[in-house]
């Protein structure tokens, strides 16, 4: 299986304020694609953001952006103006090759918003 | 749309029983995948299928079985429940493409004593 490091077990973010989620991943793939999932409490599995790794722009969607540093390996996860619903645990994922469908997932971080 | 559906969200099994977790979707995604997830870990992948009458094996296959006769359902069975498979279970489902998200049930939460 490929290889996902999410090294910040949990992280406290005030609100509004921007938390940066840190992931790398080992691939020998050129083609591969990178998401991140949210996981509230409640336990079910939220999709956020896909970046392919031939993107030559960083992924956003609304307050999420995705900074890939392709020749780092690394695809950390940015949420901006954090709100307190935003308090969830967040898996890096990582799909290898043009035509291979299987995730694999890094251990996840715990975001905590303070107000 | 349903999305995807699992049954049943909690199950207590004792050691040596044998159940099925069902999964259905209803948004014609040939690609559907069994997960389980457990403390201080991500999600691992246990089977999957590409389409009916395909599945193959993922990262932790042991004491796992799926069949995949319809588009609609991939159920996943457990053939003799160990303490070892307590976890919670994620079905995932996506159309087939490279950039194709795949979308995740409610989750199934089995006990195994």
């Known amino acids: 299986a490929q290889k996902i490091t999410q090294t910040q077990p949990g992280m406290f973010v005030q609100e509004k304020e921007a938390v940066t989620l840190d992931c790398t991943y080992d691939?020998?793939?050129?083609?591969?694609?990178l998401f991140w999932y949210k996981q509230p409490s409640s336990g079910e599995m939220i999709f956020l953001i896909y970046q392919g790794s031939y993107d030559e722009q960083n992924a956003t969607e609304g307050r999420y952006s995705l900074n890939f540093q392709k020749a780092r390996k690394s695809a950390n996860l940015v949420i901006s103006a954090s709100q307190l619903g935003d308090s969830a645990m967040y898996f890096c994922a990582m799909r290898p090759g043009s035509n291979d469908y299987k995730l694999s997932f890094g251990a996840g971080t715990t975001v905590t918003v303070r107000a | 749309n349903a999305g995807v559906t699992q049954t049943p969200k909690f199950q207590v099994l004792k050691t040596g029983q044998s159940m099925t977790l069902q999964c259905a979707q209803d948004m014609n995604h040939e690609y559907m995948s069994w997960y389980r997830q457990d403390p201080g870990m991500g999600l691992r992948l246990i089977h999957y299928s590409v389409g009916a009458g395909i599945t193959d094996q993922g990262e932790v296959p042991n004491g796992y079985n799926v069949s995949r006769s319809t588009t609609e359902d991939f159920p996943l069975r457990l053939l003799s429940a160990a303490p070892s498979q307590t976890s919670v279970y994620f079905c995932?489902?996506?159309?087939?493409?490279?950039?194709?998200?795949?979308?995740f049930g409610p989750g199934t939460r089995l006990l195994v004593l």
């Open positions: 995932a489902s996506s159309y087939s493409g490279p950039a194709e998200t795949q979308y």
């Open positions: 691939t020998s793939d050129q083609s591969y694609g």
